[in-house]
């Protein structure tokens, strides 16, 4: 029991440890691409949302560590992130 908990714990921590949500991943974006290329450099996002033709989607959490893109017609046209590392 004692070694299934170290195990659990320790594959917690390596997940957390390997986040996509960083400042190298968001140096790699560029204007233009569609979210699925997006999504294949930081993952899925957590909330998107639709407004007049255009789609912002948000991963991570607006209160510690985001990044923020709108796309329009399926290509990111701006770009916005805080608490990257």
């Known amino acids: 029991m004692k ?18 949500l960083s400042k190298e991943n968001y140096d790699s974006l560029e204007m233009g691409m569609t979210q699925k290329e997006v999504e294949s450099i930081i993952g899925s996002a ?11 989607c948000t991963w991570g959490n607006e209160e510690s560590s985001y990044i923020k893109i709108v796309f ?3 290509k990111a046209v701006t770009f916005n992130y805080s608490g990257l590392k």
């Open 3 to 20: 070694l299934k908990t170290i195990a659990l714990v320790v594959g917690m921590l390596a997940l957390t440890a390997c986040s996509k």
């Open 46 to 56: 957590d909330k998107c949302g639709k407004t007049m033709g255009t789609m912002a």
């Open 72 to 74: 329009m017609a399926d």
